[in-house]
């Protein structure tokens, strides 16, 4: 008789999670199942939306309801007590535009900070491969749309705060608004922010891959770059460092106040691992906290002065929005203490947490109103643009500040000039490699002395170069500014370098298991990607080396670095970072693409010294100036002639220059004797433990082939003779 139960159904063996592969080696889980609220989506797919995300937006919605409403609340009573709405006495471009504008600008850097904590959330904190990377993209592509549209009204407002004009439709309306857009600094600025906001916008929504996501990222940063000069830039002699911190304050409150947005926005999909990413974002918290407060600091000081500022308007506002970033601290501490490790222990967090958090939002909203409607309040201490001067002297009109004393060498110790963001990168870039030396110690793993000593020693000379007397001196004297370049490109690559920080850090950073690119995956991959492969390689960075001097000496490129503060920004990262892949291909430790042997080191070392020689012989030697409009027109009267001062520049690059590279060439040395001693005792070794048996087969090989050789004269010798007999 037939069975008719139903067939027996073999079950498949669970499936194990499916390891993939991302560009530079580094590589990720991808869940076995789907069924969690996090899990993996489909590839080639954007997940689908699901109930639990709808669930969430409510809280989500009230969160950023009471963070924009305390941002408006705060920004309207600011602008009361400033005086920033304040109608002028002629040319009142009317209350719409006067509080317009600062609400609109509001919702602009609210939007810009959901985006830009959005983008950042899922590029450190978030897996690729699952529900709540997509989510946070999505948060971030809606947040850059509003952006774009609020940047859109921001610009209009500003055309009519500039003309006062009234709103019409004819031509000349039309006209003067392209006049605004395409002629002057702000409405070009505008214009600007809006094409790149949009552009954000756009490639939000059309582009899911990591690597391409971090370039999107950058961008999203790089828009808030036009916003930071306008406003309170600062006057005629602290123009560059108010921009700076403005810059440097706009981007991290960007990314401390959007990533707790979004971790609101995705509290459902994020589910059981809100902990997780808690954590790490706390870790983003930290560090915004820390520059944000560096930069309000410089901001502050920059604009108040004295004491006696702060008993002006601004300094009201300026003291209600330290409260609020003492507060936000306290927040964050809590957070760190006791509230994360509580969440941990907690199926689901309690309503009282959601609660704290949406507190913490209100206090970011008011901080950030208070912020906006410092750029429409006066300041105590008055900023006179360059040409609303009585009587401008040369440097004033050139560099917007005033000649600094004669310089005399021992100036370089006495006169400094605060660069934020390479003191900011410094701190940081110290702070961390200690960070990780101590925790290879406390795990039982050595780390040599030397190495942390190089490099604390080269995060010193960073600062130095950038902020001391030689970066007040170089706008002004040729030689000054050669010698910064070549401490930049020899002298601190060659310390950073041999310190191995990308070694440190693979050892120390903790590996991510859960597919999300933490630190160590992110410096790992870029230093396997064929980017760095190709920069890194030893021809391509030699060649980059010598000839970027060529290039920017003899190009527009050095009028752009000396006469604009981005410029010269970019300046500093380019000497360093050619320097660095040069100094790395020769001597360094940490992993690259690939190192040449040891004398064709030498034969590269040799052609950069000659090359160097070559170029600084041609300024030695040149009988006009590299940059007259510049160097010649500063109107000093102390130090050399402009073109002696040239021809000095010249001999510091063929000198000065040639010491790194001569240190450079006695390392490659040491480090060939060393490998060469290396080999020979991996040899030595290898005899004891096999009898010599390398040698022992070379031996019977030469011994078989003098045996063989034998027999082939011996036959050669006994061969049959000619004739026959008779």
């Not at 959901?114 to 948060?139: C, K, M, S």
């Not at 040395?669 to 070794?685: F, G, L, N, P």
Request: proline share 6%.
């Amino acid at each position: 008789m037939l069975d008719a139960r139903r067939p027996r159904r073999v079950r498949s063996p669970s499936r194990r999670p499916r390891l993939l592969a991302y560009p530079g080696g580094v590589t990720s889980t991808r869940p076995a199942s789907r069924a969690q609220s996090g899990a993996a989506a489909p590839r080639g797919q954007r997940p689908a939306s699901g109930i639990a995300t709808a669930r969430g937006l409510g809280l989500g919605a009230l969160a950023l309801a009471a963070l924009l409403v305390a941002a408006v609340l705060a920004l309207l009573i600011a602008l009361v007590l400033g005086g920033g709405a304040e109608a002028p006495l002629v040319a009142d471009p009317g209350p719409v535009v006067r509080y317009g504008l600062p609400i609109a600008k509001l919702v602009m850097t609210l939007a810009s900070a959901v985006a830009i904590g959005a983008l950042l959330l899922a590029l450190i904190a978030l897996a690729p491969e699952r529900l709540e990377y997509h989510r946070a993209l999505d948060v971030a592509a809606a947040a850059a749309g509003v952006w774009t549209l609020a940047a859109v009204v921001t610009g209009f407002l500003t055309f009519l705060s500039v003309f006062l004009e009234p709103v019409s439709l004819d031509a000349r309306f039309g006209s003067l608004l392209a006049t605004f857009f395409g002629e002057t600094e702000p409405g070009r600025a505008w214009l600007w922010t809006v094409v790149m906001a949009a552009t954000v916008t756009v490639l939000c929504f059309a582009v899911r891959t990591p690597w391409v996501l971090a370039l999107v990222g950058l961008l999203a940063a790089a828009t808030l770059w036009p916003v930071a000069q306008q406003g309170h830039a600062g006057g005629t002699a602290d123009h560059d460092a108010a921009v700076t911190a403005v810059y440097l304050h706009a981007v991290f409150a960007a990314i401390w106040v959007g990533g707790l947005a979004t971790i609101v926005l995705l509290r459902r999909v994020l589910a059981d691992r809100l902990p997780v990413v808690l954590a790490r974002y706390s870790t983003l918290a930290l560090i915004a906290f820390v520059v944000v407060s560096v930069s309000g600091l410089v901001s502050a000081q920059l604009r108040v002065g004295g004491l006696e500022g702060l008993a002006t308007g601004y300094g009201a506002i300026l003291i209600g929005k330290v409260v609020a970033l003492v507060a936000l601290g306290g927040f964050g501490a809590w957070y760190r203490a006791r509230l994360i490790a509580r969440v941990q222990r907690e199926v689901a967090p309690r309503a009282s947490f959601w609660a704290i958090v949406v507190a913490e939002l209100v206090v970011m909203g008011v901080a950030s109103g208070l912020a906006t409607a410092l750029a429409r309040t006066p300041s105590p201490v008055p900023e006179v643009p360059v040409d609303q001067l009585a009587d401008p002297t040369p440097a004033e009109i050139l560099t917007g500040a005033p000649l600094p004393p004669p310089f005399e060498p021992w100036r370089v110790l006495t006169e400094w000039d605060l660069n934020l963001l390479w003191a900011l990168l410094a701190g940081f870039g110290l702070f961390f490699y200690l960070a990780g030396v101590v925790r290879l110690h406390r795990r039982g793993d050595r780390w040599p002395v030397h190495r942390t000593i190089l490099w604390t020693t080269g995060m010193l000379a960073l600062v130095f170069v950038t902020s001391s007397g030689i970066a007040v001196y170089e706008r002004y004297l040729f030689s000054v500014h050669m010698l910064g370049h070549m401490m930049l490109s020899m002298g601190i690559p060659v310390m950073l370098v041999l310190a191995a920080p990308v070694t440190l850090a693979a050892r120390a950073i903790r590996v991510r298991k859960d597919g999300s690119w933490g630190p160590r995956e992110w410096i790992l991959a870029i230093v396997h990607s064929r980017w760095a492969g190709l920069v890194g390689h030893p021809i391509v960075a030699s060649v980059i080396f010598a000839i970027s001097l060529l290039v920017f000496y003899y190009s527009p490129l050095f009028s752009w670095a000396v006469s604009d503060h981005l410029g010269h920004q970019w300046m500093v990262l380019h000497f360093l970072l050619s320097g660095y892949f040069f100094v790395n291909a020769l001597i360094g430790i940490d992993p690259a693409p690939y190192r040449p042997p040891y004398p064709v080191r030498l034969m590269i070392l040799l052609a950069t010294m000659a090359f160097h020689a070559f170029f600084g012989l041609s300024i030695i030697t040149s009988s006009g100036l590299l940059l007259p409009e510049w160097f010649g027109a500063m109107g000093r009267e102390w130090g050399d002639t402009p073109l002696a001062d040239q021809v000095r520049g010249g001999e510091i690059a063929w000198s000065v220059g040639e010491i790194p590279t001569l240190a450079l060439a006695i390392l490659v040395a040491v480090m060939w004797s060393r490998d060469d001693s290396r080999e020979t005792k991996r040899r030595d070794r290898q005899a004891d433990r096999d009898g010599d048996a390398e040698l022992e087969a070379y031996n019977r090989m030469l011994a078989g082939r003098a045996e063989r050789a034998q027999r082939v004269e011996r036959t050669s010798a006994s061969g049959p003779t000619g004739g026959t007999s008779a």
